[in-house]
């Protein structure tokens, strides 16, 4: 794609996502529906009006950078130290279930083989693919719903983000049974030195912060600044600890946080991430999707596969949530919010093909598993919270 073709592009995508998600607001979706299903009107699956293109991933990728920063920034820090243990556990099951479900599901979808057998790793890494939680589309959706600052969406946003973290160190982990060169407990260690490295860092830049939020309260250069730490952050966390950047960028949100203008710059990063990143983002998923190359046989492999990952996360993280004490109704949420996939279960399914742990003709049925797990979860989300007062509504009139 030329430079000039790439600003077609951008026009295209940012009206019809607008367009779909004021369609979708209008039917009582949330507007993240719309825009997923703007990407499938204008892309290959549909009239192909725009491709996929470098440009587009890099903007997609600021766009759920920004996305997870912003949803640091809204965090309340007390709610995320009171949830930590649980979301760890939610998080350790989440994985574990889909990880052993997505192995039984491809051994007995082609017949079960020898531990150690080309067929054995390819049954593991589609278990892995479906470890990952996509926590953009779930942290947008609890936005939508007002939702994302509670006791239960803190709780789901943390949980995904350690979701992805250790769908990371398995995947390191199942790619070292297959390439010896591979050293798994590297990134269990990579992982523990980022966790030092932000609590550092953050304690260091956070004082900083304050310092200039006291001296210049309320004025751009500080959501400026902010916005440059969570493009650091993102950063650093790949390229030195071969942690996901939106582990890094959430973490950036977390150090900043607590300032007096968190608000304020959560606002400013918002009108970026609204007018064209976002958009950009949830489009994406549906130009990436092409259904032309489906045979008969990968339709119904693609439909159960979506149907085991969706139904094993729902199930590892609401049981043990209601083991943890939620209601039902609290416990189907967090199994619901959990379920998306996205940006993480591509990349493990792109490492896949790269180390021949995964047949290229499968990748469409991850791309199913993103589409359907988008589209159905801010709906199921919304069902599930109707006739419920809104936290800060809550917050509100217990102050009165």
């Given at each position: 794609?030329?430079?000039?073709?790439?600003?077609?592009?951008?026009?295209?995508?940012i009206?019809?996502a607008?367009?779909?998600?004021?369609?979708?607001?209008k039917?009582?979706?949330?507007?993240?529906?719309g825009e997923?299903?703007a990407?499938?009107?204008?892309?290959?699956?549909?009239?192909?009006?725009?491709g996929h293109?470098d440009?587009?991933?890099?903007?997609?990728?600021?766009?759920?950078?920004?996305?997870?920063f912003g949803?640091?920034?809204?965090?309340?820090?007390?709610?995320?130290?009171?949830?930590?243990?649980?979301?760890?556990?939610?998080?350790?099951?989440g994985?574990?279930?889909?990880?052993?479900?997505?192995?039984?599901?491809?051994?007995?979808?082609?017949?079960?083989?020898?531990?150690?057998?080309d067929?054995?790793y390819?049954?593991?890494?589609?278990?892995?693919?479906?470890?990952?939680?996509s926590v953009?589309i779930?942290?947008?959706?609890l936005?939508?719903?007002?939702?994302?600052?509670?006791?239960?969406?803190?709780?789901?946003?943390?949980?995904?983000?350690?979701?992805?973290?250790?769908?990371i160190?398995?995947?390191?982990?199942?790619?070292?049974?297959?390439?010896?060169?591979?050293?798994?407990?590297?990134?269990?260690?990579?992982?523990?030195?980022?966790?030092?490295f932000?609590?550092?860092?953050?304690?260091?830049?956070?004082?900083?912060?304050?310092?200039?939020?006291?001296?210049?309260?309320?004025?751009?250069?500080?959501p400026?600044?902010?916005?440059?730490?969570?493009?650091?952050?993102?950063?650093?966390?790949?390229?030195?600890?071969?942690?996901?950047?939106?582990?890094?960028a959430?973490?950036?949100?977390?150090?900043?946080?607590?300032?007096?203008?968190?608000?304020?710059?959560?606002?400013?990063?918002?009108?970026?991430?609204?007018?064209?990143?976002?958009p950009?983002?949830?489009?994406?998923?549906?130009?990436?999707?092409?259904f032309?190359?489906?045979?008969?046989?990968l339709?119904?492999?693609?439909?159960?596969?979506?149907?085991?990952?969706?139904?094993?996360?729902?199930?590892?993280?609401?049981?043990?949530?209601?083991?943890?004490?939620?209601?039902?109704?609290?416990?189907?949420?967090?199994?619901?919010?959990?379920?998306?996939r996205?940006?993480?279960?591509?990349?493990?399914?792109?490492?896949?093909?790269?180390?021949?742990?995964?047949d290229?003709?499968?990748?469409?049925?991850?791309?199913?598993?993103?589409?359907?797990?988008?589209?159905?979860?801010?709906?199921?989300m919304?069902?599930?919270y109707?006739?419920?007062?809104?936290?800060?509504?809550?917050?509100?009139?217990?102050?009165?």
């Open positions: 794609m030329d430079r000039i073709a790439f600003f077609r592009d951008l026009a295209i995508i009206v019809s607008k367009l779909c998600g004021l369609i979708a607001q039917l009582k979706a949330p507007q993240v529906v997923i299903i990407g499938l009107i204008i892309g290959p699956s549909c009239f192909h009006l725009v293109s440009y587009l991933s890099l903007l997609a990728e600021i766009g759920v950078v920004m996305l997870m949803a640091g920034l809204e965090t309340n820090m007390k709610d995320l130290l009171k949830t930590g243990p649980k979301a760890l556990l939610i998080a350790i099951v994985v574990a279930v889909p990880l052993v479900g997505g192995t039984l599901f491809y051994s007995c979808f082609y017949g079960f083989e020898a531990v150690g057998s067929e054995f390819r049954a593991v890494f589609i278990g892995t693919i479906m470890t990952a939680t953009g779930t942290v947008q959706t936005k939508e719903l007002g939702r994302l600052k509670g006791n239960i969406g803190t709780l789901i946003t943390s949980a995904a983000i350690i979701d992805d973290v250790i769908g160190v398995v995947l390191t982990f199942v790619i070292g049974l297959k390439n010896p060169e591979s050293k798994p407990m590297d990134v269990v260690i990579n992982t523990g030195l980022f966790i030092v932000s609590f550092c860092l953050g304690f260091l830049t956070y004082y900083i912060f304050k310092r200039i939020d006291k001296l210049y309260p309320h004025q751009r250069r500080i400026i600044l902010g916005l440059a730490l969570c493009m650091f952050m993102a950063f650093a966390a790949e390229e030195f600890f071969g942690i996901a950047d939106i582990t890094g959430y973490v950036a949100g977390l150090i900043l946080c607590s300032l007096k203008d968190s608000e304020y710059i959560a606002r400013k990063v918002d009108i970026n991430s609204y007018m064209i990143f976002g950009v983002f949830f489009a994406s998923i549906g130009l990436k999707t092409e032309s190359s489906f045979t008969k046989e339709l119904v492999f693609s439909l159960l596969f979506v149907l085991v990952a969706l139904i094993t996360k729902i199930i590892g993280c609401g049981l043990v949530a209601k083991l943890l004490k939620y209601n039902t109704k609290d416990s189907l949420k967090i199994g619901v919010g959990m379920m998306t996205g940006e993480v279960a591509l990349i493990i399914a792109q490492k896949g093909l790269s180390v021949e742990m995964l290229s003709k499968y990748f469409a049925s991850v791309i199913l598993l993103i589409i359907i797990s988008s589209v159905t979860t801010p709906i199921i919304k069902l599930l109707k006739g419920e007062a809104q936290e800060e509504q809550l917050i509100a009139e217990s102050a009165q």
